[in-house]
């Protein structure tokens, strides 16, 4: 008798390897021992026999239509829940952008006011006569300071 349990095809081979292992004394077998090897080998073969018939019907088994069901369903909600959250982050990065741009037009105002400041107290300045109104290089003496000043305060 072979190791693989499926070499077995037929009751009859069974039924003589049960024989031909016989303990009993001329040739007589147990009726409990012919009966299961019978029993076994037809199990065996309507095991196999219904499997050739799955395969010979081309059609998928119930669970398997479930389970691919399930994972199709499974991969829809991951897409769409992945979707709504890169909508949702793609929405947190423009409002920080919005953010960003606000807060540099504020940083921009305060330079502008710093910069509108110091030149309305020079502008002061140079009317009241405490500072000089013309620049003390040659390339520099050609700009009349009280102009320009004049000039940035009014832009």
Do not use: W
């Not at 799955?54 to 389970?67: D, M």
């Not at 009241?128 to 300071?145: A, H, T």
Request: proline fraction near 3%; aromatic fraction near 8%; include cysteine.
């Amino acid at each position: 008798m072979s190791e693989n349990p499926f070499a077995l095809e037929n009751s009859e081979e069974a039924h003589t390897v049960s024989i031909q292992s016989n303990p009993f004394p001329s040739g007589q077998q147990s009726v409990s021992s012919m009966s299961s090897t019978t029993n076994t080998s037809f199990a065996f073969n309507k095991i196999i026999k219904d499997f050739k018939k799955a395969l010979g019907e081309r059609k998928t088994p119930k669970n398997l239509s479930i389970l691919n069901r399930i994972m199709i369903v499974i991969m829809i909600v991951s897409i769409s829940l992945s979707s709504v959250d890169f909508a949702s982050l793609n929405t947190k990065v423009d409002n920080i952008n919005t953010e960003c741009e606000h807060n540099l037009k504020s940083e921009n105002r305060i330079l502008k006011l710093v910069q509108l400041s110091s030149n309305v107290r020079s502008f002061v300045n140079i009317a009241n006569g405490l500072e000089f109104e013309k620049y003390e290089s040659e390339e520099l003496s050609k700009i009349d300071r009280f102009s320009y000043l004049k000039y940035l305060i009014a832009r």
